[in-house]
């Protein structure tokens, strides 16, 4: 199991992840304490619900350019919420399928989506 600070990083890169990927063009929205809250418990029940996939992930060579935890809250950000790209795209998590293990994982956390209001972040679901 991940640690605390490592959970937490995890969380900042899902609300990051969410940022980039998903508000609207030309804001800059900032998340909200709703929203650091909900990307906390979001990575706490994946990180139990992958639990040994990925603490691998976190070991591989090459998986992500920033720490591996980091590298996971994005993906599972953007492989929860159908971008196309995520665990299953990422070469080092190729070997031995564990990019569509984690992405089957990933899967389950579909139904939160962000909104975005009066420049801030807000997960619903």
Known sequence: ???????????????????????PEGTHPRATRQAR??????????AVAAGPLLE??????????????????????LTSQGHGVGFWDRDPLKDGDLGD????????????????YRGWLYFHG
């Open 56 to 77: 691998e992930a976190a070991t591989r060579d090459g998986y992500g350019a920033h720490p591996a935890y980091a590298a996971a809250g994005h993906d599972l950000w």
């Open 1 to 23: 199991m991940p640690t605390p600070d490592q959970i937490r990083v995890m969380a900042d890169h899902y609300i990051i992840a969410a940022l980039w990927a998903d508000c």
């Open 37 to 46: 809250d909900h990307a906390l418990q979001v990575c706490t029940a994946f």
């Open 101 to 116: 293990r984690l992405s089957t994982v990933a899967e389950r956390y579909r139904g939160t989506y962000a909104e975005f």
